[in-house]
């Protein structure tokens, strides 16, 4: 597993969490980075992208509430939530693609993080 994704907790509806996807072995500034989450019972879904030139892509169930940003120099792509609700509550995995958003056949997922909003 090369990507590393980090963050996750427990936060009450309305609240927010901000996720880390660190590479180790690779600069990401290479490729086009995105956002999954998989919820219980449903399959992973992308819910954002951010491109090698920084251009950003959001699911419409996400998008005005989640953030996403890159910071070359650490390496580190970022995942701002704010007003979360309960249907985020899923395990949250971040993917590379060589080409760009969105990210398709990714296949080395690692163990996510897990974000649950609940009261």
Known sequence: VQLQASGGGLV????SLRLSCEARAFFLDYYAIGWFRQAPGKEREE????????????ADSVKGRFTISRDNAK????????????????V?????????????GYTDWGQGTLVTVSS
């Open 75 to 90: 390496n580190t792509v970022y995942l701002q939530m704010n007003n979360l609700k309960p249907e985020d509550t899923a």
């Open 92 to 104: 949250y995995y971040c993917a590379t693609d060589n080409y760009g958003c969105p990210v398709l």
């Open 12 to 15: 009450q509806p309305g609240g």
């Open 47 to 58: 819910i954002s992208c951010v491109n090698k030139d920084g251009s950003t892509h959001y």
